[in-house]
């Protein structure tokens, strides 16, 4: 199946800082690409849609203005978690469809975990 | 968006096939039923899909009843690393997939 990666693994970053985490298709171009976080003992939740060469549909009680996502090519989606606090602690994973698959099948990447102290 | 009823949690000896169930009674003629395992502290790993015919692929075989109202994963010879949180989802496979809360399945040594 399609390989999608996440950059970087694991973050651990300062109250009030920035951090910004790649999610990249490696053999596949997607136009599209999701953003899930996943909080322990919970299952995945959306957080956003990212379009390639257009804005982000955000969640509902997701702030836009807090999780930057852009989608500048068609192997490539980024979200910067803005001002980070420790609540946004959590596991953040993306997917992204193969378009070239008939059936459309969504691959995730890894994950990254995020730590605010 | 169809919803999916799986147990939460099922124990499994290893080397014995697992069979993990899914209700899915709401299930649209256009989705697909599709399964993710995810392993503790990794992203979802996808596993098999199908519509209405049975499917097999390397890692484990998908049985989809006629009526398509439930399904079961079938791993045929489970082991250790099989250990994971499993979860069924129905979707037309072009929006973002909706995780319930899935199986828990423990493979015993």
């Known amino acids: 199946g399609a390989v999608v990666s996440q950059h970087p693994s694991w973050v651990i970053c300062k109250s009030g800082t920035s951090v910004k985490i790649e999610c990249r298709s490696l053999?596949?171009?997607?136009?599209?690409m999701f953003w899930y976080r996943q909080f322990p003992k919970q299952s995945l939740m959306l957080m956003a849609t990212?379009?390639?060469?257009?804005?982000?549909?955000?969640e509902q009680g997701v702030e836009k203005d807090k999780f930057l996502i852009n989608h500048a090519s068609l192997t490539l989606s980024t979200l910067t978690v803005t001002s980070a606090h420790p609540e946004d602690s959590s596991f953040y994973i993306c997917?992204?469809?193969?378009?070239?698959?008939?059936?459309?099948?969504?691959?995730f990447g890894p994950g990254t975990r995020l730590t605010v102290l | 968006d169809a919803k999916t009823t799986q147990p939460p949690s099922m124990d499994c000896a290893e080397g014995r096939a697992a069979n993990l169930p899914c209700n899915h009674s709401?299930?649209?003629?256009?989705?697909?039923v599709y399964w993710y395992r995810q392993i503790h502290s990794q992203g979802p790993q996808y596993i098999i899909h199908?519509?209405?015919n049975n499917e097999t692929n390397e890692m484990a075989s998908l049985i989809i009843t006629e009526d398509r109202k439930s399904s079961t994963l079938i791993l045929p010879h489970a082991t250790l690393r099989d250990t994971a949180v499993y979860y069924c989802?129905?979707?037309?496979?072009?929006?973002?997939?909706?995780f319930g809360s899935g199986t828990r399945l423990q493979v015993q040594p």
């Open positions: 997917s992204a469809r193969d378009p070239s698959e008939r059936t459309d099948t969504q691959y």
């Open positions: 053999d596949f171009q997607a136009t599209t």
């Open positions: 990212s379009n390639e060469g257009s804005k982000a549909t955000y």
């Open positions: 709401t299930i649209s003629g256009n989705e697909y």
């Open positions: 199908g519509l209405k």
């Open positions: 989802i129905v979707d037309t496979g072009r929006r973002a997939l909706t």
